[in-house]
């Protein structure tokens, strides 16, 4: 069975620009959540959705936001890109979207800001 | 607020010598508690969880993690250390009272070498 998949891999964008990216969750899982991991920390918690409704947000500003489709897959977005901004994004999926249900991670885009 | 403590940046251990990565956590009630792997240029594996119940929990590739709830802490662990085991460690936990929603706190990680 395939895993989460995300896309693109590697992005490079210059400050100012705009940016989507994408997840598709392990099939028959129905949350999606999303994390930034700044190089050499731990991820830090974005957004999550369940059944295309937001579940809970991070401490992250108005410019990051997100959505799910009714196939489950979702979109990060990303305004007004600051040099801050770079980092590995994670998607990861889970079957309900519960606390105690384990959290499987895609590889990440890698989004570098000039 | 939940917060998680990786105290090692990084555990040196020969391969064959067993190996524990520690992790320590604060949050407002019970716990859950996850351990994740991250090897070069790659997401994260999801390697055990602690839910409830028994406090030793085994996971994947023979890593096992204890419990422990005076101390607060959920120490993974590991028998006998590969040298493929070598990779980045992050803890991490959640909390939600009424179980609607899986926002993970992590640690800052530990960097694990297995020397042959």
């Known amino acids: 069975d395939a895993g989460v998949t995300q896309s693109p891999t590697h992005l490079i964008k210059t400050r100012g620009q705009q940016v989507t990216l994408r997840c598709s969750p392990i099939?028959?899982?129905?949350?999606v959540s999303w994390y930034q991991q700044v190089l050499g920390q731990g991820p830090q918690f974005i957004f999550q959705?369940?059944?295309?409704?937001?579940?809970g947000r991070g401490n992250f500003p108005d410019r990051f936001s997100a959505r799910q489709f009714p196939n489950y897959s979702s979109e990060l977005n990303v305004n007004a890109l600051l040099l801050g901004d770079s980092a590995l994004y994670l998607c990861?999926?889970?079957?309900?979207?519960?606390?105690?249900?384990?959290?499987?991670f895609g590889d990440g885009t890698r989004l570098s800001i000039l | 607020a939940q917060s998680v403590a990786q105290p090692e940046d990084q555990v040196n251990v020969a391969e064959g010598n067993p190996l524990t990565v520690k992790c320590t956590y604060s949050?407002?009630?019970?716990?859950?508690l996850f351990w994740y792997v991250q090897y070069p240029n790659r997401g994260l594996q999801f390697l055990l969880k602690?839910?409830?119940?028994?406090?030793l929990v085994k996971g994947s590739y023979g890593f096992e993690a204890e419990f422990n709830k005076s101390q607060t802490s959920f120490h993974l662990k590991k028998p006998s250390a590969l040298v493929s085991d070598s990779a980045l460690y992050f803890c991490?936990?959640?909390?939600?009272?009424?179980?609607?929603?899986?926002?993970?706190?992590f640690g800052g990680g530990t960097r694990l070498m297995v020397k042959p």
């Open positions: 949050v407002s009630g019970n716990p859950y």
């Open positions: 602690y839910i409830t119940g028994d406090n």
């Open positions: 959705y369940y059944e295309k409704e937001e579940r």
């Open positions: 991490a936990v959640t909390f939600t009272p009424d179980n609607a929603g899986n926002m993970l706190t």
């Open positions: 099939s028959g899982h129905k949350s």
């Open positions: 990861a999926s889970s079957l309900e979207g519960n606390s105690n249900q384990p959290q499987h």
